[in-house]
């Protein structure tokens, strides 16, 4: 066989490589996003990965809403019942072709700005992590719902905050991470007006962490930019002593 067809033959033959793009995942500029564009770049695991900002191995309930809008996948894929999804859950129930299908939500094949937006999260983490912000994992200067639920769970900041181990909230405890909108969060859960709010009250009126998040967006456009997320990074600066430190902020 002639060398020009040995090459042929290998280049023909040879296992696709994987591409890490310097422009993002639309790699044709056409400004949607293909399944071919993502299943090129990253594996399903390597997707997991990039949410899992904790290294804890798990995702969450609340990211699984963030990402796709329901939780019904979460409870799909759930199948030993607790409250977290382990890898391997995951990669048991779904391919990276139908973690793609679900951002799909006009069933059209492609995904457009919208549908992307946690795609392209994703693949920012994984090829432009900004290696000195722990919690903006993506780099662009702001932190999304999907930044925090990825770092850290809803009790997890309650214990973060929990300064005097009491197992209830004062004000004082509260306004390291809701500043200015500490008295109104307090009037909401203090259900027993005792000036505390205990772990029942905290979870009551379907409070989460996404709700916390919404009441810090002052100014409405779904990220916390300008100062409104300063608390998180209190919080996530114990919550790593509360853990020994065994979490590294940047890499998960």
């Not at 996948?73 to 139908?98: A, C, P, Q, V, W």
């Not at 780099?139 to 850290?152: A, K, N, Q, Y």
């Not at 005792?194 to 379907?206: L, Q, W």
Request: charged share 25%; with cysteine.
């Amino acid at each position: 066989m002639t060398p020009f067809l040995l090459l042929f033959v290998a280049l023909a033959t040879a296992s696709p490589m994987k591409r890490q793009t310097t422009s993002g995942l639309d790699e044709n500029g056409d400004g949607l996003i293909s399944k071919d564009e993502v299943l090129i770049c990253m594996s399903l695991h390597e997707a997991l990965v990039a949410l899992d900002r904790d290294g804890d191995g798990f995702i969450y309930l609340p990211q699984i809403i963030e990402l796709w809008g329901t939780g019904d996948k979460f409870y799909e894929l759930n199948t030993d019942g607790d409250d977290h999804l382990t890898f391997r859950e995951i990669e048991n129930g779904m391919t990276l072709s139908d973690f793609y299908d679900q951002f799909d939500f006009n069933g059209d094949g492609t995904l457009d700005a919208a549908e992307a937006y946690q795609l392209n999260y994703i693949w920012d983490v994984l090829y432009n992590p900004a290696v000195n912000d722990p919690l903006d994992s993506n780099g662009d200067g702001r932190l999304s719902r999907l930044e925090i639920t990825s770092h850290m769970t809803y009790n997890e900041v309650l214990r973060a905050l929990d300064a005097d181990g009491d197992q209830r909230l004062s004000a004082a405890e509260v306004n390291v991470l809701m500043g200015s909108q500490t008295a109104q969060w307090m009037d909401d859960q203090d259900n027993n007006d005792d000036g505390f709010v205990n772990g029942e009250e905290a979870h009551s009126h379907r409070m989460n962490l996404g709700r916390i998040f919404s009441r810090l967006d002052l100014d409405g456009n779904n990220y916390l930019n300008d100062g409104e997320g300063a608390g998180f990074y209190e919080v996530w600066v114990i919550h790593l002593t509360n853990t020994g430190g065994s979490t590294d902020p940047v890499t998960g």
